[in-house]
């Protein structure tokens, strides 16, 4: 079955995503009240995060949004910062284009400078 039709409903997606020259795998688990979690594994050195927890919704036509959040941590386990990502994908077939936004937070919740976007291109496979 092809991805986007797939998406709309709720389950697991393990995906091969590709965002700068750098490839990495992410299960997301959608479910049917609009809740999400995610975890990603990256080929090379980054800092540790935890699985992000969140939200998805179908937009219109192909479009969907994800909002969600994870912590990363130091080398040495102590906090790095809570991250909130925000997430626009274009889904295509068995492939899917997205845009995210994201801001660290510290501790109290305060913003930290650490922002920024990423543009993903991915495959599902499975």
């Known amino acids: 079955m092809r991805l986007k039709q797939r ?3 709720p389950g ?3 995906i091969v995503a590709r965002f700068h020259r750098d490839r990495h795998h992410l299960t ?3 479910t049917h009240d609009g809740s999400l979690t995610n975890d990603a594994a990256f080929p090379v050195p980054t800092l540790l995060r935890s699985s992000g927890l969140g939200t998805w919704q179908h937009t219109q036509a192909q479009t969907y949004t994800l909002s969600f959040r994870f912590f990363r941590y130091n080398a040495d386990g102590s906090f790095a910062a809570m991250r909130r990502v925000a997430q626009t994908l274009v889904v295509n077939g068995d492939q899917y284009n997205s845009v995210d936004r ?3 937070f510290d501790l109290n919740n305060n913003p930290l400078p650490t922002t920024g ?3 993903e ?3 599902r496979v499975q």
């Open 7 to 9: 998406f709309r409903q």
């Open 12 to 14: 697991v997606e393990e």
């Open 28 to 30: 997301v688990q959608r």
């Open 102 to 104: 994201f801001q660290d």
């Open 117 to 119: 976007c990423n543009i």
């Open 121 to 123: 291109n991915a495959v």
